[in-house]
């Protein structure tokens, strides 16, 4: 599957239009991370992974780590969109019996490749798929998704050397860098400080092939991910350049949205901004 | 009267890296898991002989399990190696949401573990693991007696398909079990029958157990021994039936009072069959390096204490 620029960007839309309702809903979960990410996911699940929606526990498909796991809310909206589930299963999202847990649990959800939630892990555990792949001679690739917060997590970091040390270029590596976390530091001005500084020379002393672009341009994502794929005997890192809160006005760089319920009118405010055009 | 423990003693961790080796032989699924202690966990005959299934982590055990956690998803078996220090403490979360959460199969095992760690002390002794493993849902914890019975339960462990905790001791044991020794999940094991008491054990202390049974048989003390080389699932049959032969109970685990094999026990007998017991294992102390038996004697988990505590036991 390949969707044009316009289509991904209406997809995106909609994908933004089910987290916001999803949280709504289910009064808890996150808002901001999940916006910031979601253009990325959607861009994977429909143009970059080899996937089969109607086959997801296929052993040769490409497997996705969402290791920022308190984003599972925008993973389990692109899901849906992508045809892994109804649409009317987003309702359940944090109910008891749900398959849609608060974090990604890969025993519920066929199309979940790893259970994270805890950060720092899943990153590990997508070198060890990566790892996996290679010492089965398998060419499926793997992808995994970490925050700029995330990465104050040190195992993010002894990830980063082992996957180095054996050379998984089968491995892509996103870096969400919307440049929040749920508290941190206080910065100037009433700001918060920046998570993480200076990603790409951090992980460039790790080894790794690093693609800096903005997280939010589908041209952007679309080419950083073909020039992955030329990456030899090395994995990439993409650190993504993205906005908390993306693409609701009153939500974007405030870090009181990371995971804040909306009210009825902020919902009929944030739906106003979202309709998909034709 | 002849001992149930043979002369032979035999090091657990050298037939585990043996054996381990044979696996990654004979099963390509099976990978060798490193975190830079081959040469203390003897699974440096992996490195050495089969180099392609051995996969060095480094110094860095979180990350370590969770690249195990992803392996298992892409259908292999990993083997965790590490001291069971580092693996219960230094890398827990990562194994509950990643291994046990998720019931990936993963086999872990902890080297190392208990008291006796070769002067190390307290930052390598390993005494609350059992407690920590037998916690987590899915956990399989096992605890063998003797170098056969590390190799039977590694049998068990590469055809179980889940998570699975073995725990090693570091220095040799006396044989107890001939070669067709057949270990199972979930039962426990009569050593030695007896009338007056019940001795349940597990791990190094089992043969401890024996030690302790066979000295007071000399002074006319009939002490049964029930080995209880499967901590999780743990045979409550087992353990409420020797509360209703013997009427009195003792525990022995190289390992805190706290959570193990003891708790275990008690807590069967509490909802079961009250009966009174005590609970030997290291009392609520921080320990040290020392040589081995003033290790023993010290934390009181020495065959004479075994055996003092069962003496004052029967006389009240």
């Not at chain 1, 910065?187 to 790790?206: D, H, S, V, Y």
């Not at chain 2, 044991?173 to 039962?187: A, M, R």
């Not at chain 2, 081995?292 to 004697?297: A, F, G, P, R, W």
């Amino acid at each position: 599957m390949s969707l044009s620029t316009k289509v991904l960007f209406n997809k995106a839309k909609q994908a933004r239009r089910q987290v916001i309702e999803t949280v709504h809903h289910a009064g808890a979960g996150h808002v901001g991370g999940p916006l910031s990410a979601i253009d990325l996911l959607t861009y994977l699940y429909f143009n970059e992974m080899k996937i089969d929606p109607s086959n997801p526990r296929d052993k040769d498909r490409d497997r996705f780590v969402l290791s920022k796991g308190h984003s599972a809310i925008a993973l389990y909206s692109v899901l849906a969109l992508r045809g892994y589930m109804p649409t009317e299963e987003l309702k359940t999202f944090d109910s008891l019996n749900s398959r849609l847990q608060a974090h990604p649990d890969m025993n519920t959800l066929p199309g979940l490749d790893m259970s994270t939630g805890s950060l720092g892990q899943g990153i590990s555990a997508a070198v060890g798929i990566a790892l996996g792949a290679k010492l089965q001679n398998k060419d499926f690739r793997t992808y995994c998704m970490i925050g700029d917060g995330e990465s104050q997590e040190g195992q993010v970091w002894e990830a980063a050397d082992i996957g180095s040390k054996y050379g998984l270029d089968n491995l892509v590596v996103i870096l969400d860098y919307n440049r929040l976390q749920q508290f941190g530091w206080n910065g100037e001005n009433g700001k918060r400080k920046i998570p993480l500084t200076n990603p790409e020379q951090r992980w460039e002393a790790f080894g790794w092939y690093v693609i800096t672009i903005d997280g939010h341009d589908f041209q952007d994502i679309s080419s950083a991910f073909n020039e992955a794929r030329e990456v030899k005997g090395k994995p990439v890192i993409i650190v993504a350049n993205t906005v908390k809160g993306k693409g609701i006005s009153f939500m974007e760089n405030a870090y009181l949205w990371h995971s804040r319920v909306p009210t009825d009118e902020e919902l009929t405010n944030a739906v106003s901004e979202l309709s998909v055009e034709g | 009267m002849a001992s149930l423990l043979s002369e032979r003693k035999e090091t657990m961790r050298d037939i585990f890296g043996e054996t381990l080796l044979q696996f990654s032989q004979e099963d390509e699924k099976v990978y060798i898991v490193d975190g830079d202690l081959a040469n203390s966990t003897k699974i440096d005959i992996v490195a050495m002989e089969n180099p392609q299934k051995f996969l060095q982590m480094g110094i860095a055990e979180q990350n370590m399990l969770s690249v195990c956690s992803g392996l298992a998803a892409t259908g292999l078996q990993p083997w965790a190696v590490t001291f069971a220090a580092f693996l219960s403490k230094r890398a827990i979360d990562q194994i509950q949401v990643q291994i046990a959460q998720p019931n990936l199969n993963v086999k872990m095992v902890g080297g190392y573990s208990g008291l006796l760690t070769g002067l190390t002390g307290k930052t390598h002794q390993s005494l609350e693991d059992i407690a920590i493993f037998r916690s987590l849902a899915n956990m399989t914890v096992l605890a063998p007696a003797d170098s056969v019975e590390v190799k039977k339960m590694m049998e068990f462990a590469r055809e179980y398909d889940g998570p699975v905790y073995i725990r090693l001791a570091r220095d040799p044991y006396p044989i107890i079990f001939n070669e067709d020794y057949n270990f199972q999940i979930g039962k426990a094991v009569y050593l030695k029958e007896g009338t007056d008491l019940t001795i349940i054990s597990t791990g190094t202390q089992t043969s401890r157990a024996i030690e302790a049974a066979e000295l007071l048989q000399e002074e006319g003390l009939s002490i049964a021994v029930l080995h209880m080389p499967s901590i999780k699932p743990l045979d409550e049959a087992a353990v409420v039936k020797a509360a209703e032969k013997t009427g009195y109970i003792v525990t022995a685990e190289e390992h805190s009072i706290y959570g193990g094999l003891g708790s275990a026990v008690a807590e069967v007998l509490a909802e079961n069959k009250p009966t009174p017991m005590q609970r030997i294992g290291v009392k609520d102390l921080n320990s040290e390096s020392a040589p081995n038996e003033e290790l023993l004697n010290k934390y009181g988990l020495s065959v004479s204490h075994m055996a003092d505590v069962i003496r004052i036991a029967l006389k009240k």
